[in-house]
């Protein structure tokens, strides 16, 4: 069964530093979505891109966070300044096409700031 | 403001038990109500209920929305020790974002 796919599952950085996740969508899906979870709170919503643009932002997804799809395949969360508060499990989600559609999940990037 | 609250925030049954987890919502546009099951990482997908009073189900586990209370409840019967995890509740406006409840977490001891 297609899933979601995510790399590195952990990262540790130095606070300043750059830092690129990346994800495999489910081939033929159309919607990516990037998400996170601050251990012990709620998953939040950060981001969500169609047609090789963001269509939804949250408040989070400030200037210090992008977005790309490099490829036919990957789908990329750049954060450029990591801050402490940053740490947290970050997830990938995709659906087939439509703001309607099942959101399936990768299994995560686990970032810890330094 | 959106707002998604679930209850009980955690619980604790024996196998065989019957349990009931329960979603209640705020959300601007409302158009789909979805579940997920989170072991140890990924939310993995169990359903979506767009339609009042529909109960779907899958196995030992259904769920149905109230779109005029505005909540839905998930029903595990038979629980087993496999059922243990954080149950999560997710509304979604017109904007496909979903927003998350902070998660049931059900215990199920052998």
């Known amino acids: 069964e297609p899933e979601v796919t995510q790399t590195p599952s952990h990262q540790v950085t130095q606070m300043g530093q750059e830092v690129i996740l990346r994800c495999v969508p489910i081939?033929?899906?159309?919607?990516f979505y990037w998400y996170r979870q601050i251990l012990g709170q709620k998953v939040e919503f950060l981001v969500s891109?169609?047609?090789?643009?963001?269509?939804?932002k949250s408040e989070i997804f400030d200037d210090q966070f992008s977005v790309e799809r490099p490829d036919g395949s990957n789908f990329t969360l750049k954060i450029r300044s990591t801050k402490l508060e940053d740490s947290a499990m970050y997830f990938c989600?995709?659906?087939?096409?439509?703001?309607?559609?099942?959101?399936?999940f990768g299994p995560g990037t686990r970032l810890l700031v330094l | 403001e959106d707002k998604v609250v679930q209850s009980p925030l955690s619980l604790v049954v024996h196998e065989g038990d019957t349990v009931t987890l329960n979603c209640s919502y705020e959300?601007?546009?409302?158009?789909?109500l979805l579940w997920y099951k989170q072991e140890k990482k990924a939310p993995t997908f169990l359903f979506m209920l767009?339609?009042?009073?529909i109960e779907k189900k899958s196995g030992r586990l259904s769920s149905i929305l109230d779109k005029k209370e505005l909540f839905s409840i998930l029903n595990i019967t038979a629980t087993q020790t496999g059922d243990s995890a954080v149950y999560l509740c997710a509304p979604r406006g017109n904007t496909g974002k979903l927003i998350f409840g902070q998660g049931t977490t059900l215990q199920v001891k052998p």
């Open positions: 989600a995709s659906s087939p096409g439509g703001r309607g559609e099942t959101q399936y």
């Open positions: 081939s033929n899906h159309l919607y």
């Open positions: 767009t339609s009042s009073g």
């Open positions: 891109f169609y047609n090789n643009e963001i269509s939804e």
């Open positions: 959300v601007t546009n409302f158009r789909s």
